[in-house]
C-alpha cells in the first residue's frame, strides 16, 4: 500500500496548457509538501500547506483536509517547467513523511 | 546560501566495499534525514535525527548506519555495499520534527554498487 498517490504518473502538455497534478493521501497529516525534482536529480520544495490554498508565481497549490487530497497547478505551462513533481505529507503521529512516486512532467513547445 | 549540501555526487563501489555519505546543513535545523529514491518507489525515508544526539529507524534502515556528528552534519554509513543499495540519495533537513515546517533537500548522491 502507499500512503500517498498520485495521478498522474506521466503528463505531456503544450506549452501555454494548464496543468493539474492531483495527490491523494491516507493518513492524517501535519502538512503536505509539493516537491520538484529537475532533470538533473536535485529536488525543490515548492510549498508546504497544511490548508486552504497557496499561490507562487504561475504554480498553485491547494489542499482539502477533509477529502485528504491537494491538487498543484500550473498555468502559462513553460518548457523550463518540464520536471518530476512529487507529493509529500508530513504524518500527524510522528516524525514521518510519505512521499508520492512522483509525476513526471514534459511540456513541449 | 549554501542550504543542505551532499557529499559525493556520484560514487561507484564494489559489493562489500563500505563508504559514508556526508551531508551538512547550514540553516540551524534541528532535524536532519536521509532518503533513498529508487525508480517507481518513490522516496524513503532510511533513517532520520529529529534533534541533536537522537537518531531513529525509517522505513528501510537496513544495511546503514547514522551519524548525528553535530547540529549540523549527520552521515549515512554503508559498511558493506550491496547491489541492492544502488540508488540515489537524498539528505534533507527541517527546522523541527513533528511541526509543519518546510523540508530543505540536498543535490542528491548517485550511488552504484557493482
Known amino acids: ?109 | 546560501n549554501a542550504g543542505v549540501t551532499q557529499t559525493p555526487k556520484f560514487q561507484v563501489l564494489k559489493t562489500g566495499q563500505s563508504m559514508t555519505l556526508q551531508c551538512a546543513q547550514d540553516m540551524n535545523h534541528n532535524s536532519m534525514y536521509w532518503y533513498r529514491q529508487d525508480p517507481g518507489m518513490g522516496l524513503r525515508l532510511i533513517y532520520y535525527s529529529a534533534s541533536e544526539g537522537t537518531t531513529d529507524k525509517g522505513e528501510v534502515p537496513n544495511g546503514y548506519n547514522v551519524s548525528r556528528l553535530n547540529k549540523r552534519e549527520f552521515s549515512l554509513r554503508l559498511e558493506s555495499a550491496a547491489p541492492s543499495q544502488t540508488s540515489v540519495y537524498f539528505c534533507a533537513s527541517s527546522a523541527q520534527a513533528g511541526i509543519s515546517t518546510e523540508a530543505f533537500f540536498g543535490q542528491g548522491t548517485r550511488l552504484t554498487v557493482v
Not at chain 1, 56 to 75: D, F, M, P, V, W
Request: charged residues 15%.
Open chain 1, 1 to 109: 500500500k502507499n500512503e500517498v498517490e498520485q495521478s498522474p504518473q506521466n503528463l505531456t502538455a503544450q506549452e501555454g496548457e494548464f496543468i493539474t497534478i492531483n495527490c491523494s493521501y491516507s493518513v492524517g497529516i501535519s502538512a503536505l509538501h509539493w516537491l520538484q525534482q529537475h532533470p538533473g536529480g536535485g529536488i525543490v520544495s515548492l510549498f508546504m500547506l497544511s490548508s486552504g490554498k497557496k499561490k507562487h508565481g504561475r504554480l498553485i497549490a491547494t489542499i482539502n483536509i477533509q477529502e485528504k487530497h491537494s491538487s498543484l497547478h500550473i498555468t502559462a505551462s513553460h518548457p523550463r517547467d518540464s520536471a518530476v513533481y512529487i507529493c509529500a505529507v508530513r504524518s500527524n503521529t510522528g516524525n514521518q513523511f510519505y512521499f508520492g512516486t512522483g509525476t513526471s512532467l514534459t511540456v513541449i513547445p
